[in-house]
């Protein structure tokens, strides 16, 4: 009984690794098989050759043979960064060459009307193939789309690359009462997962920032400036609220996520 139990939570932590970063449930696999049970501290090596091959791979392989298979690491700099360390860590920060091009640009726009801010970005896609969903994200399966982060203004009202949520997803800009309220229709609808990433936050670190009209107005007008970005995706009451209009920008529709928290934009 007790090794039924062991394997099947081996099963389901190789699962959660591979759902997670795509390739920790391979390298964790190895790593059970090379270590074998017998050897002294056998569950001590196991670890230490899960982690040495987890990051030798994500941040010395990955970025050199994921360009093959079409998709590359977004090039991080003064004008680009990821929220928090884990995407990197998981593998969540692949797109095309296409999109890494336009993420550069968007951001070198940005930087220019507000200098110093930079163009923060949440998860990405995973490095190998098509089809394979970036969860909770359904539609990143093809290095095509992106998220990232509004811009906000402290209390000193300055514009900051400060955000809300550790996580960049679930601190939410909501309708005001005398705006449209799409989170209220999609719910009315049974469309229970519309709010879901509020669980997802992984906590909240600055909760004075206020949502920086102007500079996410800048920000939405240098993604749709892109001749290569198709498709914009933020609240309607945002949308509204911030006042640009533009035929990129849609609603997503209720099976996804809400979008007051963050951009979603894709090729
Ligand atoms: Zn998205």
């Not at 017998?38 to 990051?55: A, M």
């Not at 091009?101 to 940005?110: P, V």
């Not at 394979?132 to 009202?157: A, Q, R, T």
């Not at 945002?238 to 996520?257: E, T, W």
């Amino acid at each position: 009984m007790k090794k039924v139990f062991k394997i099947i939570l081996k099963i389901l932590i190789l699962i959660l690794l591979t759902l997670l970063t795509q390739i920790g449930g391979i390298i964790y696999l190895v790593s059970e098989i090379i270590i074998y049970k017998k050897t002294k501290h056998h569950r001590l090596r196991k670890s230490g050759v899960f982690i040495i091959l987890y990051f030798g791979i994500t941040f010395l392989l990955i970025p050199i043979v994921a360009p093959i298979f079409g998709r590359e690491k977004i090039k991080n700099n003064d004008f680009i960064a990821a929220q928090t360390i884990f995407t990197t860590v998981c593998n969540r920060n692949y797109v095309t060459p296409q999109l890494n091009k336009a993420l550069q640009n968007i951001a070198k726009t940005l930087n220019n009307k507000h200098q110093g801010i930079k163009l923060i970005y949440l998860d990405a896609n995973f490095p190998f193939i098509d089809g394979f969903p970036l969860l909770p994200h359904l539609s990143h399966n093809d290095g095509k789309k992106i998220d990232i982060s509004f811009i906000y203004v402290n209390k000193e009202s300055n514009i900051t690359n400060k955000k809300p949520a550790i996580l960049g997803y679930g601190v939410y800009d909501g309708p005001n009462s005398n705006e449209y309220d799409q989170i209220k229709v999609c719910k009315e609808k049974g469309y229970w997962q519309y709010d879901f990433p509020k669980y997802l936050t992984l906590g909240i670190i600055n909760n004075e920032l206020k949502l920086s009209k102007k500079a996410t107005k800048d920000l939405l007008l240098a993604i749709v400036k892109e001749k290569q970005i198709r498709k914009v995706f933020i609240e309607p009451h945002l949308r509204n609220r911030i006042g640009i209009q533009s035929p990129k920008i849609r609603f997503h529709g209720c099976q996804a996520v809400r979008h007051d928290d963050h951009i979603h934009f894709q090729l």
